[in-house]
Structures are given as C-alpha cells and as structure tokens.
C-alpha cells in the first residue's frame, strides 16, 4: 500500500558532498592554500588513508595532505554494476550531490520532502579536523562548513533542508561556544562521533563533556552519533572486503547505545536527546534485554546508575533511525515507535533514490497509518524541531 499524499518523509540521515569553494571563499586569504581546496590529480597518488587516487581524479587538499573522499560513494542514480571506491569527479555526480537546489529537485522525484545532512570531507562527525597542524585554522575550518551549511545549502529551501552543525570537540570550550553561536543561526542538530575515545579523547564516562551536554539541553538541539564517526569502522582482519565492514556497520550503533546507557550522561542531563544516525533498528530489543539483565545482576559493586534500567533510559533519551530493516518494522512491538525514524541516506550506497518511498511504503505496509505517519515524518520533526 503507498504512503498517504499528505506523509511528508523527513530523512534523518543524507549527506553532502561539498562543492570545491566551501572553505576557499570562506577562510582568510592567508589560509586559502592550506586550507581545503579541490585539485586534479596528475598522477597516480597515495592519500592520507592510503587509498590509491589516479590521474585524471579530483581529490581535495588540506594542509598538503590529500583526502580523496571527494564523491566517495556519491552513487545516486547509478546501477550497483558500475559501482567503485574511487572519487568522481563532480561532473560525473549527480549535480544534487553537491547544489542544494538540484538536492531539492533530486528530494522531489524521490518523495522526499526534508533532509537532514552529514558532512563529507570533514568526515560525519567532524573529526578530520581534529588533526589539523594548525588548530586555529582548524576551528576557521569547522565553522566554515557550518556557515555553509547554514548559510547557503539550508538557506538555499529553509523549509526543506534542515540545518545540521559539526562541533570543535577538541577544544571543550570552543566547541561549547560553537553550539550557541549556531543555534542562535538556526541549527537543529548536532553530529558527533559515537565514540570519542579512538580519537584520543575523554570517554562518554567523562565528566569532561558535561558543559557540551548542557549546552545541548538548553538549546534543544540533539545529538546525533553517526557510524562510523570515530573513524573506529567494524572488521575482521586487514584483507576482509569492505563487504564485512558495510554488513558490520550498525554494530557501532549497538556499541554506542551500551556505551551511553551505562554512562552518566542521562543520568545528570535528563533532557538530553540522542539520535543512533545510520545504526538501524533490528538489534534493539537484544541489547536492551542484555543490558537489562546486566544491570539487574552486577550494578552493585559498579559505579553505574543504580535506579533506573537501561531500557529506560533509553527509550526516554535516545531516538533511531532506519533506511531498510525489514526485521527491526517487525520487531516495534518490542521496540516502539516513539522513537523510531527514517532516513534515505542520499547519495551513499544504501540509499534506494529515486525510489526511496516506494520501498518505505512496501517495508511500513503492515502498520497502521498513524504509526507510520510518526516513522517517516512526526517524529524527526519533533526531535529536531523542524514543523512543516
């Protein structure tokens, strides 16, 4: 059964790819080489994640180190055949990739109505800047993407695109600073790594974030934790396929909703609000059952919450999201719908563009329209504060 014309789907999860003048018509004059720009590769060249860039590629440049994640995976519209892990040139991307107003065009042949972006260079949670030479160029770096995102790819259909920011975490203060500076500017959301100890900093246990987390409950902004965003990616050995890791991946999601449960970050921040990005919904009502009888059993002599159960704070703080999971829809009686979301993933791999509502509509066809109306449109709009 289709969707009901009015269900305006709200995806939680896409991404941009940014276009080559984001940071050159943004940073200082005196930062413009080192800062990120877009170069045509000469020759056959090794990048900063040892992936292997070819002549006639366009790959970015940073600080004299290059990233080739340019159009990595951009892979909308094209047949699974003629799929690569190689950068595209943005002429050999769908231009929606990269102009919001050909995103919109690209939204409406799918039956998309608002999209919520993750950033691409920068990696989803921000971290590549992270490791930056030059931290003050870093911080101009991370507030240039949000300026852009802000200032010209949402503002470019406001009621469509919804305003998502990336944080300085290096630097608790800055990044403090930061959520205010962009929720004055209309922010909505907030990505972050799921984990940020592989990026060599405090633990989710740390009190070291709690001025991060109030910051987000006085704003209302909530935080998104996107796989794969502590560059910490699930695998078995260094010659498995990417197939592996591709399959594995929710289960960073799954390692991060433990890691959020048995820390104190609901437990002194009540209103905190936490989105699990591209982690899927099948493998909640395991973990919470596990983490329920974990805690019943050894809570005493651990220095963890000893009042409320884990699928209690989870189901009062924590918030899902879904592209194809046949077995999480029919798992919702277990897991609820409150929290459950919808997302396309435009223009990644997993994404189901140009039809992504019909293929919505066949995994929801089961439910009730009043759930599904909450999946695909309430509940993102709730959470992130974005009414039609």
Known sequence: MPLQDDMQLVS????????????????????????????????ETVDYYGRVAVEGQQIW???????????????????PEQW???????????????????????????????????????????????????MGLALLCQRAWNDFM?????????????????????DIEEAVAEV??????????????????????????????????????ETGMPLCLHFGSSGQNPTTGPDAPLAVTLTLMGTNSMYAAADLLFSPMFTNHPRLKVALSEGGIGWVPYILERADYTWD???????????VRPSELFREHVWLCFISDSFGVKSLDSIGTERVMWECDYPHSDCNWP????VAAEQLNDLPDEEVR????????ELLNFPR
């Not at 999946?375 to 993102?380: D, G, L």
Request: aromatic share 10%.
């Open 12 to 43: 939680v999860d896409d991404h941009v790819i940014e276009h080559a003048e984001v940071w050159t018509d943004r940073l200082p004059a005196k930062y413009r080489d080192a800062g990120p720009r877009v170069i045509d590769v000469a020759s």
């Open 61 to 79: 440049s940073y600080e004299g180190r290059l990233y080739s994640q340019l159009g990595l995976n951009a892979v909308a519209g094209t047949p």
């Open 84 to 134: 690569a892990q190689d950068p595209l040139r943005f002429e050999n991307m769908r231009p929606g990739c990269y102009d919001p107003s050909e995103r919109v065009k690209d939204m409406d042949m799918d039956g998309v109505h608002a999209s919520l972006c993750f950033p691409n260079l920068p990696r989803f949670g921000g971290a590549m800047f992270q490791k930056s030479d030059d």
């Open 150 to 170: 802000l200032d010209e790819w949402c503002a470019a259909a406001p009621s469509r695109l919804i305003p998502l920011a990336v944080t300085p975490f290096w």
């Open 180 to 217: 205010y500076r962009v929720a004055d500017k209309g922010a909505k959301a907030l990505t972050f790594p799921e984990n940020p100890v592989p990026l060599g900093l405090p633990s989710f246990h740390s009190t070291h974030w709690d001025p991060l987390w109030s910051a987000l409950e």
């Open 297 to 307: 059993r050894n809570r005493f002599y651990q220095d963890i919450n000893q009042d």
């Open 355 to 358: 039809h992504s509502r019909k």
């Open 374 to 381: 909450k999946i695909v449109e309430i509940n993102a709009r």
